[in-house]
């Protein structure tokens, strides 16, 4: 009879090989002795995080994040870990919701010509909207006094009802301490645990909607993208790719400028930035996103329109990718149907950039939803956004997929109701079949964070297979598999992630001990 004890231990060293083949380069040479007990130390840290919160029925990955977070900032340990820990490239977030809110907030206050109204948004939620102009906009479509005081007041802005019917105020007239709370509310969608699916997607769109009128005025937009910058290249983010919609910049004298002004501030922005950093200099790649939710004559012009984009701007645009509510959505097989008609017509135009598309952003299987990644890998996807369903069809895709990195953004999973519980994840069932996995944070700035520390975190105290090497594979998936990166960027990043790994990895070793003994206060405490 086979020894039970050996065999156990050969099918874990096969799960081990197939992981790392998930980033083959990075694991060329086994861990260092110092790598090893880091990694263990890791383990031990991570482990009596996971019991102590448990006990205490305050795990992070299974309560709403809004409840979550307090959590983590006030009481984890493997977080500050975490923090530390080389992050590289982003791979999956949307332009406009990269940034705090609260920052925008506060930066909102000394617009002189900027202008709010209240609205009534999806949830019949009293809602503000924003837009730039000197003199007062035209009236909205509903007039504030229509609402009871009572629905106002239950909503924390009872503040607004001395508004003009219909009207507009100046914001630096109406700021105070409960119009910060409104805006940064109506901006911001930290869930709950009381809150379900329907009323969080709700809620998020509405982000979106609220603070249009302020990202799209051409200089804020210009100063939200130098403040972005520059909090991710401090956060050691040095990479960046966001998606972004066919949305038109305004100015005071202009209702629509060209769509290419946003790549023009985009350009002018990383110059700026970039003019004192020759050694390391910052990255931010844009995504052209055209909805799902539209026909073939109008995806046909979004392609036309991102192919010319990508001809004028090839160092600011490099992909092309489908948003929307995917499950409400028709299937990417449609889309299959207009890019390779497309395709073959010889006077179609500029080719389009690669395709990096959104599919199987549910945690269905069977669906067309559920169905949509094995179109977006059958069009030659380079990456797949979100890409949860793969783990239901793993043995189907696992040969297909070893050159095709999967974004999983579990924090955005978690909040929309996808996965309400991240123990559940699937981001180790890719992980432990070979399938390449980077983390990303989607749209932090709309989660109430910045950068992608809460992603990682809940994925390394959720399972205990993540360990520091697991994570240092992920983490240079990110760099692997960015667009816009020459074999001589990556190669700049790569030796700066070494340096920056063997910090880390000193950090840790000196500070562990101490860690350790934290650890057991904080349990002493608790018993």
Request: hydrophobic share 40%; net charge negative.
């Amino acid at each position: 009879m086979t020894n039970p004890v050996a065999a156990k231990r050969l099918l874990l060293a096969a799960s081990e090989s197939l992981r790392a083949k998930g980033s083959a380069d990075v694991f060329a040479s086994s861990p260092n002795e110092t790598e090893a007990r880091c990694d263990a130390l890791f383990g031990l840290l991570r482990d009596a995080e996971h019991s102590r919160l448990k006990r205490s029925h305050k795990l992070p990955p299974t309560l709403a994040f809004g409840d979550a977070k307090e959590v983590v900032d006030n009481d984890s340990i493997l977080f500050r870990v975490i923090q530390r820990m080389p992050k590289m490239a982003l791979l999956h977030t949307h332009i406009g919701a990269l940034a705090s809110r609260r920052w925008m907030v506060e930066a909102m206050k000394d617009e002189r010509d900027l202008w709010v109204a209240p609205v009534v948004s999806l949830g019949n939620k009293p809602t503000p909207i924003f837009r730039f102009a000197t003199v007062q906009p035209s009236p909205t479509p509903f007039d504030i006094n229509a609402i009871p005081h009572s629905l106002l007041e239950e909503n924390g802005i009872g503040f607004v009802k001395n508004w003009p019917p219909g009207g507009w105020k100046r914001v630096v007239d109406v700021a105070c301490a409960d119009f910060d709370d409104w805006v940064l509310h109506a901006f911001e969608c930290i869930d709950r645990a009381s809150d379900n699916e329907w009323t969080v997607w709700a809620h998020f769109m509405n982000c979106f909607t609220s603070a249009a009128g302020v990202l799209e005025y051409a200089p804020f937009f210009e100063r939200y993208v130098m403040y972005t910058l520059n909090q991710y290249y401090t956060l050691g983010i040095y990479h960046l790719e966001a998606r972004s919609t066919n949305f038109h910049l305004y100015n005071l004298e202009t209702d629509a400028l060209p769509i290419s002004e946003l790549y023009t501030i985009l350009r002018s922005c990383l110059a700026a930035f970039n003019a004192d950093k020759p050694l390391l200099p910052m990255s931010l790649k844009i995504i052209y996103c055209s909805l799902r939710d539209i026909n073939r004559t109008q995806m046909r012009e979004r392609m036309d329109e991102c192919a010319n984009l990508y001809a004028a701007f090839p160092d600011i645009l490099v992909g092309f990718d489908l948003v929307g509510h995917e499950e409400n959505s028709p299937p990417l097989a449609l889309f299959a149907e207009a890019y390779l008609a497309r395709h073959a017509d010889p006077c179609a135009g500029p080719p389009l950039p690669p395709l990096v598309l959104h599919a199987g952003e549910t945690a269905g299987e069977g669906t067309a939803c559920a169905l949509n990644v094995f179109d977006a890998v059958a069009l030659g996807a380079r990456r797949v956004g979100h890409g949860c369903s793969v783990s239901r069809y793993v043995g189907a895709l696992r040969e297909a997929m070893q050159e095709v990195c999967v974004e999983m953004c579990p924090m955005s999973n978690q909040i929309l109701r996808l996965y309400p519980n991240l123990m559940n994840h699937p981001l180790p069932t890719l992980l432990n079949h070979g399938i390449p996995v980077s983390i990303s944070s989607d749209d932090p700035g709309v989660f109430g964070y910045e950068g992608v520390d809460y992603d990682y975190y809940m994925m390394a105290v959720a399972f205990h297979s993540i360990g520091l090497q697991t994570l240092k594979m992920v983490v240079w998936n990110s760099v692997r598999f960015a667009l816009g990166c020459d074999d001589t960027r990556k190669e700049v990043l790569k030796k700066v992630y070494e340096s920056e790994w063997g910090q880390f990895m000193e950090w840790l070793e000196g500070v562990g001990q101490g860690l350790l003994d934290e650890q057991e206060r904080k349990e002493r405490k608790e018993c």
